[in-house]
């Protein structure tokens, strides 16, 4: 396999990168300068080195060295009352442009789709349920599910359900957003205002028996 095939080949591990994009990418590479070229491998690497997780709600964030939270999760003027569970983190971007939602975040780390179950196991389940009693313990009132209005995201909005069923026993409000979201979109995608009306709409929801993760 050349350099041009395997360079290709990692492209099309990007998000919605087909062969054709990926190919396109490789030759815009070859068609700059070096300077070009430097300044990207240098960036990649810093985003390797500069970039970490934030310990509750796991966004990636330029991180200093005094600190492991994001600028979101250590502010205290944000609502610590509401937690919004979202796919991913570019998910954030949309809702923080909307200025509608002042509360905290946790990113889940996907969708399980509807025929593997056994996605569970590359999502945060069980990082998501001790946040969530920390957080009750900080005064936490209602979470709010933010998934994709597609099969795969309805599916993990059941499966969540199901788990955070025991801290409704103990006051938790779980709510998901309302139907200003049309069915199939992706909230990386959705504008302002079908997030305001999404989340002005947003309702408590019914449990589907699903067995919870060990």
Not at 30 to 50: A, M
């Amino acid at each position: 396999m050349t350099p041009i095939e395997r360079l290709a080949l990692l492209f099309e591990k990007f998000p919605g990168i087909g062969p054709r994009q990926a190919q396109r990418f490789v030759y815009h590479l070859l068609t700059q300068d070096g300077e070009y070229v430097s300044s990207l491998t240098s960036l990649i690497q810093d985003v390797r080195s500069g970039v970490r997780e934030c310990a509750m709600c796991f966004r990636f964030f330029a991180h200093g060295k005094t600190t492991n939270l994001c600028s979101i999760c250590s502010n205290s003027e944000r609502d610590h009352t509401l937690l919004m569970i979202i796919e991913r983190d570019a998910d954030i971007t949309p809702i923080e442009r909307s200025k509608t939602y002042n509360g905290l975040y946790f990113v889940f780390g996907g969708t399980i789709p509807l025929l593997d179950q056994h996605h569970t196991k590359k999502t945060r389940g069980p990082a998501l349920r001790a946040i969530i009693e920390k957080r009750l313990q900080e005064g936490l009132k209602e979470v709010i599910l933010a998934f994709s209005v597609n099969p795969d995201g309805e599916n993990t909005t059941r499966y969540v359900e199901v788990q955070l069923a025991p801290f409704q026993e103990k006051g938790l409000l779980v709510s998901i957003l309302g139907r200003g979201l049309s069915t199939g979109s992706e909230l990386e995608y959705a504008d302002a205002e079908t997030i305001k009306n999404a989340l002005k709409n947003r309702s408590k929801q019914g449990f589907l028996e699903i067995p919870p993760e060990e």
